[in-house]
């Protein structure tokens, strides 16, 4: 039992390093939403066109705007560590509609993996399809092209584009709102130790 509780000991003191777990996710998430923001409010015609055209989202250019301006601000904002769990509702969101709109109708996977990684993919046919297309383009590439040379940077394959990044997102976007954006390396946590009384 003194084992035991010398070994729990010991694995409490870790929490000294707590902050680095919300330091990496905001780390992590950050540049893909600045660049994914900054790319929307660079081309909006073109964002508001596919919002509207082949998403077929109403008020498209709002929309684009408000998509663009969630995800570069959202994304400077958990780089800073600067109102993190305010920024995190908009852009949880905004991984809520791009799943459902975007992603959804294209199942689970983002690859198609031939061995499910989830039990719930429900797009298992277009694994399937992508996988034989992805047969075929290795079949036309290794007959007409430079396969050893196409390929030494990695393999080829087809994007299924499904909602497993904007899911994987919005759970990583739900543990930053739960916990914060950590101590030390944070605005946040600067400004709520000023704040605090002593």
Not at 10 to 24: G, Q, S
Not at 53 to 80: N, Q
Not at 146 to 151: H, S
Not at 167 to 188: E, H, K, P, Q, W
């Amino acid at each position: 039992m003194d084992k035991l509780l010398q070994l729990q000991s010991l694995l409490d003191r870790t929490r000294k390093a707590d902050f680095l777990a919300p330091l990496l996710l905001r780390i992590f998430l950050a540049p893909i939403f600045i660049i994914a923001g900054y790319g929307k409010l660079m081309a909006l015609d073109s964002t508001a066109y596919y919002f509207g055209e082949i998403l077929g989202m109403p008020a498209p250019m709002f929309m684009a705007v408000m998509a663009g301006a969630t995800e570069f601000f959202g994304g400077i904002a958990l780089l800073l560590g600067l109102a993190t769990r305010w920024f995190a509702i908009p852009l949880m969101m905004t991984m809520v509609v791009a799943a459902g709109t975007a992603h959804w109708e294209n199942g689970w996977h983002a690859l198609p993996e031939s061995t499910l990684t989830v039990p719930w993919e429900w797009r298992t046919d277009l694994i399937d399809a992508a996988n034989e297309r992805k047969d075929a383009a290795r079949s036309l590439l290794k007959q007409h092209g430079n396969y050893d040379w196409l390929t030494e940077a990695g393999s080829i394959t087809v994007l299924k584009n499904g909602i497993e990044f904007a899911a994987t997102y919005f759970v990583m976007l739900l543990t930053l709102f739960f916990v914060g954006s950590g101590r030390y390396v944070s605005i946040d946590y600067w400004i709520s130790k000023k704040l605090s009384p002593a």
